[in-house]
């Protein structure tokens, strides 16, 4: 049933599906069961396209934007596609798709078979969601439905690398710790004696503790990436607030949950798993400091998520955005996600999308062994700068 919240475009002629626009949290709030029918008949979505995730992120992030949810439903009236849009507030309205930031894989819903309609019916919902000038369609997965209902865009388009994520392909511990490095083999087999010996317990928190379960694995997060390479945003409330959010209702609706390792009854470490098609997602991690001076935490926090992919029968171990070095040393693919700039004219496309080309340009030479030492260390002072600027602003 269309929520009254929602506005259906009826475009002339026979079309076999309605489009419909929703601008508000009220609209969006409404759309949670057919919108989880619809992600589990969408084998290209992952856990950050729930209804979970993604209205959880509106409810703290969507201040900046306006809301432009554009729905497809066949006309039995199913939903059949959501375009999760937002518009930007400010001069250049960009137009981005909600959860945009803090999300590690972004994309629309599309169920299966309606790939082609859905697609068509996104070319006519474009010119409808609001006076955009440039659409950055972020972290899109190389299987994102995303590349098969914006790939017939007519006007300016450009593709531009942005994140990478490890991946682990699932297998026995004993089979993955043959596959590494002596030395880290050697270590993380001390670290899990040692866990052990220390009366190592682990399990998933149920619903009732999730949310609070969730502030304490950010307020450790802080602890543990102190002085280093964290995002200034998982400083601030709305972050905390979000994923106490997202924690609750990703756990309730069977898209996530909060892993704990517990030694003792004053230290846990947390880790936020989103569940997947064939992946669990190790979003983050939590780790008070007496964990990081005694164990080697990564290795625990890798057989932690292997053990929880094994048990819900998942093939691979996702690391998510982030190429630190402890994740490289497990890692069997990495994954490149990129992003999709598409402009309705030249003259602020062409700035928008030239910029984020050569910043990938930039990034690319910085990493590359032809890079002289020098530049690579001033390139690492001016981000710990910037870093140090933003969490004070």
Not at 185 to 194: G, I, L, N, V, Y
Not at 326 to 349: C, D, M, Q
Request: aromatic share 12%.
């Amino acid at each position: 049933m269309t929520s009254p919240r929602t506005q259906v475009k009826h475009h002339p002629g026979r079309l076999p599906y309605h489009v419909g626009l929703v601008e508000d949290g009220e609209g969006f709030a409404a759309l949670e069961g057919e919108w989880e029918e619809l992600y589990r008949h969408c084998p290209t979505a992952t856990p950050f396209q729930s209804w979970a995730w993604l209205y959880s992120w509106w409810e703290h992030y969507g201040e900046g934007y306006r809301l432009r949810l554009v729905t497809v439903r066949s006309e039995g009236g199913s939903l059949v596609g959501v375009l999760p849009l937002m518009v930007e507030r400010g001069p250049l309205r960009r137009l981005l798709l909600v959860g945009s930031g803090v999300s590690d894989y972004l994309d629309v819903l599309v169920r299966e078979g309606w790939e082609e309609r859905v697609a068509q019916a996104a070319s006519r919902a474009l010119g409808e969601v609001g006076p955009w000038r440039v659409a950055d369609l972020q972290e899109l997965r190389p299987g994102a439905a995303a590349w098969g209902v914006f790939g017939g865009w007519a006007g300016p388009r450009a593709v531009v690398w942005q994140s990478n994520c490890p991946v682990i392909e699932v297998r026995p511990w004993e089979e993955l710790l043959a596959s590494v490095k002596r030395g880290l083999r050697k270590s993380a087999r001390r670290t899990e004696r040692r866990a052990q010996e220390d009366g190592l317990r682990c399990r998933l928190v149920d619903v009732e503790e999730s949310e609070e379960a969730g502030r304490r694995l950010v307020a450790l997060n802080r602890i543990a990436w102190q002085g280093r390479a964290i995002g200034p945003e998982h400083l601030t409330r709305r972050f905390e607030d979000h994923i106490a959010t997202a924690a609750r209702r990703m756990t309730a609706s069977g898209h996530g949950g909060i892993s704990e390792l517990e030694f003792g009854e004053e230290s846990q470490m947390y880790t936020f798993m989103v569940f997947g098609r064939d992946f669990l997602g190790s979003y983050m991690s939590g780790v008070p400091t007496e964990i990081i001076e005694r164990y080697q935490w990564s290795s625990l926090y890798i057989w932690d998520g292997l053990n929880i992919a094994e048990s819900k029968d998942i093939g691979h171990l996702d690391l998510l955005r982030g190429e630190e070095e402890y994740k490289l040393l497990w890692t069997s693919e990495v994954v490149a996600n990129r992003r999709l700039i598409l402009g309705r004219g030249p003259l602020f496309w062409a700035p928008y999308a030239g910029y984020h080309a050569a910043r990938f340009r930039i990034r690319d030479y910085l990493y590359s062994e032809s890079s002289p030492r020098w530049i690579k260390d001033a390139a690492d002072r001016y981000r710990a700068l910037r870093r140090r600027w933003r969490a004070g602003a």
